[in-house]
Structure formats: C-alpha cells, structure tokens
C-alpha cells in the first residue's frame, strides 16, 4: 500500500459495527475515505461552533484529499435513527447529554415524515428524509457547493439493508430511494 493515501471517494457512513463500507463496495485499501458518526449525519455548516469532527473530516476531504465523490451512506434498522424519532416524537433521555444535541439534526427530516403511519414507517421514512437533510445540510458548505458547481464533485446517497444486503441509491431526479 501507498504511504500517501489519494482515495477519490468520501463515505460518511454510520458507527453501527454491522456496517462496513469497505465490504459493501469490495473495495481496496486505500480506495475510500471514511467517516463514521451516529446515525451518518452531516451538521449545517456552522463554523462558529466548536468541536465539528465531522464537518472538519468534509473539509478534509475536499480541501486536502480533493475526492471526486461524497457518498451518505445510511442504513436500515439504525439505532441512532430510532434513539432520534423516539426523542423528537415523545421525549429525549435525559441521560444522553451528546447523543440528543447530535440527533438534534434529525429535527428537520423528522417534521417532513407523516405522522398519521405506524411507528415503524415513520423510522422507515426518518431513515430517507435524514439522508435528505444531510445532503441539504453539505450544500449549506461553501467550498462544497463550489466543488459540485464546478464539476469536481459529485454527491450520492444509498441505503443499506443489513437483512437482506440491498442497496437502495436515492435518484436525484425522483428524490426517491431505489433498487440499483
């Protein structure tokens, strides 16, 4: 392997350990850069707030690595999804100091899934619409909605269904997830 790492693709992918990004795409060593948070979030472009790993990791890859590809990819039966519809819907654990700020960026995706639905299609939708948002909040990111103006980046969203190993990709003219 190259000492100097030149992936052309970021992944922000979730912490859960039945995730693997490498595996999913039978990638090589070296082939992606990877960034993993609850849920696969990407905060607004807030630089006045401290302690942002994962907005530094976007700036990272754009600014230093110069990927080419910025992939969300989130996955279903999320825990991090649930934990945040549970506490957007009822009530936050008070015990979660970090996770309720973090999941605190689920607010706008979770005011645009139906209510009137089981608890389960709504987490179904939540798993959509943060992907959603997360894409909504990488535009709000100067540097990225130049690189994508200038056609030197290109932004994609998939779900992963750990069950059945399904890969859903979101088209961006449909602004529907589905089946490759």
């Known amino acids: 392997a190259s000492l100097e790492q030149s992936p052309s693709t970021m992944i922000i992918s979730c912490c859960d350990s039945r995730i693997h990004p490498t595996s999913i795409f039978e990638a090589v060593e070296g ?24 907005s530094a990791s976007i700036e990272y890859a754009i600014k230093v690595l110069k990927i080419q590809h910025l992939i969300i990819l989130g996955h279903k039966d999320c825990g991090g ?25 689920l607010l706008p995706a979770f005011n645009k899934i139906q209510k009137n639905v089981s608890e389960q299609n ?9 992907i959603k948002i997360s894409i909504n909040n990488l535009f709000s990111f100067p540097f990225i909605e130049k690189a994508v103006e200038d056609k030197k980046l290109s932004i994609h ?21 589905e089946n490759f």
């Open 31 to 54: 082939e992606f850069f990877i960034h993993r948070n609850i849920a696969n979030l990407v905060p607004p472009y807030s630089p006045e707030v401290e302690n942002h790993g994962t």
């Open 81 to 105: 999804i649930k934990s945040g519809h549970t506490m957007h819907a009822s009530a936050s654990n008070p015990d979660y100091v970090f996770i309720n700020k973090w999941l605190s960026i």
């Open 122 to 130: 709504q987490i179904n939708q939540l798993e959509q619409e943060s």
């Open 157 to 177: 969203a998939l779900i992963h269904d750990i069950r059945s190993g399904n890969l859903q990709f979101l088209n961006p003219i449909t602004k529907n997830f």
